[in-house]
């Protein structure tokens, strides 16, 4: 009898041991980033607009860069949806769609009723959901869509013997039609996206349309992501067309050359990272940054203030008070001294959330897409951006940037110092979290 007993609470003891040491070891392994971190800096060895710059970005970290493409910037959800959904009623052949955030609305129930009737007139459809970003979608939607043709699919939806994956999420935002014109940049599929970002419950927001040899590289981002999770490798003519370098807009029109860049957990992860680290090494004059969740490293600040010492400025435009995360916005101006103290001008956007991704560097490099500035970005999820190398572009970017600049609020280095003690004490319990923002 004594023996029963002793050898049940043996039992209890050696089970619950077990339970908890799984749940930590899914605990660890939910956090982690999956491979080793950078932790040296990046030498300057070349500017931005040295021939060398363009050749690492294309041999040793992305695709090569093409030539002859045409892009497109669309300013909030009045000006970007419109173009997608008339590009998906518009397609003959395939669809191909990878997005973060799908939600319930009116913007869902449209773009469901459009991917639908496309597939019910033979068209291929594809759509990739995130499990995390797509959990608040209305499941008549999904019901619908499949039962019209869409093959849709969850990527790392959860299961009891492999909850790490939830934590690498999709954060990509790609939508190829007919595998010749493309979107990306920071839109999700909900309400919030759209109007004109008049008001807080209306997000400010870019998305980028594209014409090209780059939408091939587009569609092959797609591609990475889909046959993990369906196994069924799509190619042929009617995902993969033959593309030809498109000519010259008008006569200010440059060649047009761009790349889109990539990155996941599951094999270079670190690649964004680097991609933005020298390209911040080669700056020379300036560097323009919209950023929806912005909290840099100790390697990116470093890289940043080594920046700004020899001579480049640092405009940032971050989200202001209205915000979908305080403890993201915490994190961030917990990280802001040495830039501010270095001469960065550093402004919140003010109206509503501001939820751009544009990285502007000497007049040349526009990269957009979805990444953001933070760890969550660099080395937890799989991401996508386009990087463009055009002038003309570029400038237009800067103008856009700046009339969102007029619509923020600038935060100086004594300003910041001299913030509230409490609001200094949850910014340093924020930053504690900064690994997995």
Known sequence: MRFGVRHRGTFKTVAWTFILTLAATLLVLNLSSGEKKLDEQVKREYAL?????????????GPPITEGNRFEALQNGDQIFPPMLAAIRGARQS???ETYIYWSGDIGRTFADALSERARAGVKVHVLLDWVGSVKVDADFVREMEAAGVQIRKFHKP????????????????LVVDGRTGFTGGVGIAPAWTGHAQDADHWRDSHYKVEGPVVAQMQAVFMDNWVKVSGDVLHGERYFPAIAPMSPAGDGDSKGRAQMFSSSPSGGSESMHLMYLLSIAAATKTIDLS???FVPDDLTVGALVAAM??????????PGPIIDSQTVRGASRAAWGPLLEAGAEISE??????????????????????TNFDNRSFRLNDEANLNIYDAAFAAAQTEQFEADLRESKRLTFAQWKGRPLHEKALEHLSSLLSSQL
Do not use: E
């Open 309 to 318: 010492q020899r001579g480049v400025r640092l405009r940032i435009i971050t």
């Open 49 to 61: 607009h040295d021939a060398q710059y363009q050749r690492a970005l294309g041999v040793m970290l």
């Open 291 to 293: 950023s929806a969740y």
């Open 159 to 174: 299961s009891w013997y492999d909850i790490a994956r939830m934590n690498n999420r999709t954060h990509r935002k790609l």
């Open 95 to 97: 669809i191909t769609f």
């Open 349 to 370: 956007y003010q109206p509503t959330m501001f939820h751009c991704k544009v990285f502007t560097v000497d007049g040349l490099l526009v990269s957009v897409g979805s």
